[in-house]
């Protein structure tokens, strides 16, 4: 290539914003590349693990897997149980084991909190890695001993229609009828049926925690 050429060229380029990225340029992509796949791999090698490869025999998920994942909506407000505003998305980096229900909490609605209870508990060290969240849905109050028979829950207030949003629903159930697990990055990936085994739940997050490191 002749200089003059060779300088067209380079004006060219200049002009256009078209010059390769420099040294510094792809080193810093790479990195950024880097984290992602560091932050990512511990969920995708669970989700790999245990529903690809199923090492316990071949044994599928009780649970319904959420395809694609719904991350937690960014604008997604609850209040905390001193009425203060906050993001639900501000729970991310725990496991979430979610109901949502009245605050005047009938026997479903106690039945899955007590679930919910007795399945993190039966985590044994690896309950910190989990967190039960009571999203309810009214204003209506919650009872004493409610408060005090699951004081680990988290008991947030939210608007239903926002959280309708979110939640998968089908014609023949409601937001009240599940239980909901959202993983460690904030994404919504397992659904529970009306009506659940506990003990099958249990089994799901045990091999949900035992793949992955993340929460």
């Not at 002749?2 to 990225?21: C, L, N």
Request: net charge positive.
């Amino acid at each position: 290539m002749k200089a003059s050429d060779s300088g067209e060229t380079e004006s060219t380029m200049r002009s256009s914003g078209e010059f390769p990225p420099t040294r510094q340029q792809r080193r810093a992509r790479l990195t950024i590349l880097a984290i992602f796949v560091v932050c990512a791999a511990p969920i995708v090698a669970a989700f790999v693990a245990y529903f690809v490869v199923k090492p316990h025999g071949g044994q599928t998920n009780y649970g319904e897997l959420i395809v694609p994942q719904r991350p937690i909506p960014a604008d997604l407000q609850v209040r905390d149980e001193a009425g203060r505003p906050m993001a639900l998305a501000d729970l991310k980096g725990k496991w979430l084991m979610m109901s949502a229900d009245s605050g005047s909490c009938d026997k479903a609605c106690v039945t899955k909190l007590y679930y919910m209870r007795q399945i993190r508990t039966l985590q044994g060290e690896q309950r910190a890695r989990v967190l039960s969240v009571w999203l309810v849905t009214d204003d209506a109050q919650i009872q004493p001993q409610i408060r005090n028979a699951y004081a680990q829950t988290r008991m947030l207030r939210v608007d239903p229609a926002a959280l309708q949003a979110w939640l998968p629903a089908s014609a023949d159930s409601g937001l009240r009828d599940h239980i909901y697990l959202v993983d460690p990055v904030g994404h919504l990936m397992m659904v529970f049926p009306n009506n659940p085994d506990p003990v099958k739940i249990n089994q799901d997050l045990v091999k949900l925690l035992k793949w992955s490191s993340v929460g």
